[in-house]
């Protein structure tokens, strides 16, 4: 069955970097477009990332020029970069894939804060 497994999330200061990771199995991972999302205590879930199977790219206002996604097809897995971090970048991040139906990881913290 489909699987997403983030991890590298935590506590950074502001201005600082992270880089999150998402393993996925299950299915063919190169053939689908791949996504991160991320939910701030009260709001909504947002979608800062998304990566397509051949490799576009489009990014949420909020993150533009800070945050990148990647894919690596060999290893089945999904990354974010993220630089210039500030307080906003708060929020549980979540991998998410579509394949037939919508599947979530169960996501990882990322905390920004002094």
């Known amino acids: 069955q489909v699987r997403l497994v983030e991890s590298g999330g935590g506590l950074v200061q502001p201005g600082g970097s992270l880089r999150l990771s998402c393993a996925a199995s299950g299915f063919t991972f190169s053939s689908y477009a791949m996504s991160w999302y991320r939910q701030a205590p009260g709001k909504e879930r947002e979608r800062v990332a998304i990566?397509?199977?051949?490799?576009?790219?489009n990014y949420a206002d909020s993150v533009k020029g800070r945050f990148t996604i990647s894919r690596d097809n060999a290893k089945n897995t999904v990354s974010l970069q993220m630089n210039s971090l500030n307080l906003e970048d708060t929020a549980v991040y979540y991998c998410?894939?579509?394949?037939?139906?919508?599947?979530w990881g169960k996501g990882t913290l990322v905390t920004v804060s002094s």
């Open positions: 990566i397509t199977s051949g490799g576009s790219t």
């Open positions: 998410r894939v579509l394949v037939g139906k919508v599947y």
